[in-house]
C-alpha cells in the first residue's frame, strides 16, 4: 500500500468494496518500462483500466493508447489524445465503428482476416494496417487463446492483399497472453514475425513497424521475471531475428501499467467452516468474481491479500465473494492462508488490482453495486 493510498483510506473510509488508485505509481510504471525497453513506443491498452484519470495521466506523459472500441476512441481523444496516436487494435471491429474512428482521425488499423481487410479498406481507405499473427501462448498465466490472429502464410498473403487495396501494410503485432512469465514467449514470436517480413520484402513489401503485444508481467502472490529481464530478452530477439535492421517497435501493456498501482479494500461478512473439525475456513467477503475479480477464474490471477492481522498465526481457507452464485469463489485450490484471529467485520486488501477489475464489475448482479473507484 502507498502513503497516498494510506492516508486516503485512513481520512475518508470509504464504503467497501472499493478500488484505491495511486496514479503516481501509474507514472511510475510507465517511466519504468520506457526504461526498461527504451526502443517501444508505448501503446497503453486501455481495456485494463479506462479510467479518465488514468489516460490523462498516460496522456500527460506522451503515451499513445490501444482501444477495442469507439467508446474507448472518445475516452482517449476526451482526455485530448491526438488520433494519431491511437490504434484501433481490436481485429473484430464493425464496419460502422472502422467509419467512426477513421472520420475522427484515427489511421492505424489492426486485422486479422480477409473479410475484415474488406471493412477496412472500405470504411478506412488508405489507413496503416497491421496484421495480427497466431503465437503460443504458454507460459501465460491469463491467455487469449486461438480466438485471435492468423497463421504466417495467411498473414503474408493479406498484407499483400491490404497493399493491393489500396491500404498502407505497415506491420505485424501478436500477443503471447497475459501476464505472461516466459520472455522466451516473446522471442519466438519474433522470429515467426522476422520471417514474414522477409517473404513480404521479397513480393515487394517493406514493413515498417512489429507490435510485441502485451503480456508483461507484474509481481501478485509469485515471483516472476522482473521488467528488465523481461525487456532484455525481447531486445535480444529483435537483434537476433531483425540484426541491425529493427524496425519501428510498438508494445501494448494493459496490466503492467495499471495493475500495482490499485488496491481494493473490501471486508469479511462472514468466515464458517462445512462440518465440525474442519480446519478449512470459508471466508465470504464483500466483493468476488461479479465485483471486479474475474480474473480469478479458474483461480488464474492469485492476488496477494492482507488483513490487519497479517503476522498472526494462520490458517487454510477458501476465500468467496457475497453472491449466490455458486461461481463466486476466488480460491479453494491455490492454497490460501489468513490469520485464525481474522473476524468477520475486518478490513481485508486485495492488491495490484488496478487493471482488469473495474470494468469487469457486473452493472448489479444480485444487487450489488458496480465497483467504486477512487484515483489519487
Ligand atoms: C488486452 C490486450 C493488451 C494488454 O495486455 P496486457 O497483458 O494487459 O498487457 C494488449 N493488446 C491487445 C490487443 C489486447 O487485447
Redesign the pocket.
Known amino acids: 500500500m502507498t502513503p497516498h493510498i494510506e492516508k486516503f483510506l485512513a481520512e475518508h473510509r470509504p464504503q467497501t468494496p472499493c478500488l484505491v488508485v495511486d496514479l503516481d505509481v501509474v507514472e511510475d510504471n510507465y517511466h519504468a518500462l520506457k526504461n526498461a525497453l527504451p526502443r517501444a513506443e508505448i501503446y497503453y491498452?486501455v481495456?485494463?483500466n479506462p479510467a479518465s484519470q488514468v489516460l490523462d495521466r498516460l496522456a500527460g506523459l506522451g503515451s499513445n493508447f490501444?482501444v477495442?472500441s469507439i467508446s474507448e476512441v472518445d475516452r482517449c481523444l476526451a482526455s485530448g489524445v491526438d488520433p494519431e496516436r491511437i490504434a484501433f487494435?481490436n481485429t473484430v471491429k464493425k464496419q460502422d465503428d472502422i467509419a467512426t474512428a477513421f472520420a475522427q482521425g484515427v489511421r492505424l488499423f489492426a486485422f486479422d482476416s480477409a473479410t475484415e481487410l474488406e471493412k477496412l479498406a472500405v470504411a478506412a481507405p488508405g489507413a496503416k494496417v497491421f496484421c495480427r499473427i497466431l503465437v503460443e501462448n504458454g507460459g501465460a498465466q491469463w491467455p487469449l487463446s486461438r480466438k485471435f490472429g492468423c497463421s504466417a502464410r495467411m498473414a503474408a498473403d493479406l498484407m499483400i492483399e491490404a497493399r493491393d487495396k489500396g491500404l498502407v501494410p505497415y506491420g505485424l503485432s501478436f500477443?503471447v497472453g497475459?501476464?505472461q512469465t516466459d520472455p522466451l514467449q516473446w522471442q519466438a514470436a519474433i522470429g515467426d514475425a522476422a520471417m514474414i517480413f522477409t517473404t513480404l520484402g521479397a513480393a515487394g513489401i517493406e514493413l515498417g513497424m512489429i507490435d510485441l503485444?502485451?503480456?508483461?508481467p507484474i509481481r501478485y502472490r509469485d515471483d516472476v521475471p522482473d521488467i528488465q529481464e523481461v525487456a532484455d530478452t525481447i531486445m535480444d530477439g529483435l537483434v537476433r531475428s531483425f540484426g541491425n535492421r529493427i524496425p519501428t517497435v510498438m508494445i501494448?501493456?494493459?496490466?503492467?501499467l495499471t495493475a500495482t498501482a490499485g488496491l481494493l479494500r473490501t471486508e469479511v461478512v462472514l468466515i464458517s467452516s462445512k462440518d465440525y473439525g474442519d480446519d478449512v475456513r470459508w471466508v465470504y467477503l464483500d466483493v468476488g468474481k461479479f465485483g471486479g475479480l474475474a480474473e480469478t477464474m479458474d483461480e488464474a490471477i492469485k492476488y496477494p491479500i492482507r488483513t490487519l492481522r497479517d503476522g498472526d498465526e494462520t490458517g487454510p481457507v477458501a476465500v468467496a465473494g457475497p453472491t449466490c452464485d455458486g461461481a463466486d469463489i476466488l480460491y479453494e485450490k491455490s492454497g490460501y492462508r489468513l490469520p485464525l484471529s481474522l473476524k468477520v467485520g475486518d478490513q481485508v486488501d486485495i492488491l495490484n488490482t488496478g487493471?482488469y477489475t473495474t470494468t469487469y464489475s457486473s452493472v448489479g448482479f444480485n444487487g450489488f453495486p458496480p465497483l467504486k473507484e477512487f484515483y489519487l
Do not use: L, T, V
Request: hydrophobic share 25%; charged share 20%.
Open positions: 491498452a481495456k485494463a490501444d477495442a487494435g500477443h497475459s501476464q503485444g502485451g503480456g508483461f501494448e501493456p494493459g496490466r503492467y487493471a
